[in-house]
């Protein structure tokens, strides 16, 4: 899996300015607000560089001037909470979307009768994504980072569970008819989208990390080594 991109907010203090490193994402209005942003601290823009740019997201190095050192450590604080807020409500765009899916494949799979098993494996799953994303929330309303690395050893127990459903569906032999054929497709689609939204809920609990902090998870052990 592609791991996504974490909201950045890198900063160099030297005197009263600041070289800001933004990731944001690529749709219309982002950027004014990190400008508006920056007005109401009281800090004047100054260089503005691209550094990459996606369909999905850019990055720029933006140079603000701040009347003093505190004020600027203010704004970097803000910042960060500002873009993590945006990048999350992207994750849950994404999880909204899955949600979708999974109906649709639950309704491709009717009116076949799923075995017991696999039945329960899905349930498990749904339970199991549904707390993560609970998790994730919760660690974003409380500014609680220390979710981070819970959810990703819960997102172990979901790895499981669909390595479970897949296999589940290569059990299907050349000579099933077509029905179970299209029952084991959707099957494995739910697992699927199952991980993707439990995948979605780590990433949220990692920018709240990130947003609290200012630090990436894993980047003091990284350091520290």
């Known amino acids: 899996l592609a791991l996504p991109l974490l909201p950045k907010v890198a900063h160099r203090l030297a005197a009263r300015r600041l070289v800001l490193r933004l990731e944001i994402a690529n749709r219309p209005g982002m950027f004014a607000k990190v400008v508006a942003l920056i007005a109401q601290h009281g800090c004047s823009l100054g260089a503005i560089d691209l550094v990459e740019a996606s369909p999905s997201l850019y990055v720029r190095d933006v140079t603000v001037d701040a009347p003093d050192p505190t004020t600027g450590e203010l704004l970097a604080a803000d ?30 799979i009717y009116p076949h009768t799923l075995d017991p098993k696999v039945r329960g494996i899905i349930d498990q799953m749904g339970r199991q994504a549904t707390n993560q994303t609970r998790l994730a929330l919760d660690a974003y309303a409380d500014t609680d980072p220390s979710w981070a690395r819970a959810l990703a050893d ?15 569906s290569l059990s299907v032999g050349a000579n099933a008819d077509e029905g179970t054929i299209v029952k084991a497709m959707q099957i494995a689609l739910l697992a ?3 991980e993707r939204i ?3 809920a ?4 990692e920018r709240v990390q990130f947003m609290v902090t200012g630090q990436h998870p894993g980047q003091d052990e990284h350091e520290r080594d």
Do not use: G, W
């Not at 500002?82 to 491709?108: C, P, Q, W, Y």
């Not at 780590?202 to 609990?205: E, L, R, S, Y």
């Open 202 to 205: 780590v990433t949220i609990a």
């Open 154 to 168: 819960m997102d172990d127990a979901m790895d499981e569970l669909t390595k479970s459903l897949f296999r589940h």
């Open 192 to 194: 699927r989208h199952y």
């Open 198 to 200: 439990a995948d979605h």
């Open 79 to 108: 910042l960060r909470a500002v873009i993590t807020t945006m990048r999350i409500s992207h994750e849950l765009e994404r999880t909204a979307d899955l949600v979708v899916n999974v109906a649709k494949a639950t309704k491709r």
